[in-house]
């Protein structure tokens, strides 16, 4: 597995580092709705994290703040983040 770091999670007020795997496009659910999305590359800044809204028309649709709003993005500029690895962002609690 591989990881980024400086993510930006406008969701939790939070920067740090993620360990992600690849975004398939062809391969995506509906089960795959709600899960944490890093696009990478965003502006000077590194790495924006959000979360999968939606996909169709080849684009994958996310929210990468706490609102309602949701960006389009090419799939291979995203990828999944699978945890952090600076601690658990839901619980506040260290993951190792």
């Avoid at 706490?66 to 619980?91: H, K, M, W």
Wanted: a negative charge.
């Amino acid at each position: 597995m591989s990881f980024l770091t400086n993510v930006t999670d406008r969701r939790h007020s939070w920067i740090g580092e993620w360990d992600v795997e690849p975004l398939v496009y062809e391969q995506l659910t509906d089960a795959d709705i709600g899960r944490t999305v890093i696009y990478r590359g965003y502006g000077p800044w590194g790495n924006e994290a959000g979360t999968l809204s939606s996909f169709r028309d080849g684009l994958v649709w996310a929210r990468f703040s706490r609102g309602d709003t949701a960006a389009a993005c090419q799939p291979d500029a995203v990828c999944f983040g699978v945890q952090p690895r600076d601690g658990d962002l839901e619980r506040g609690k260290p993951w190792r």
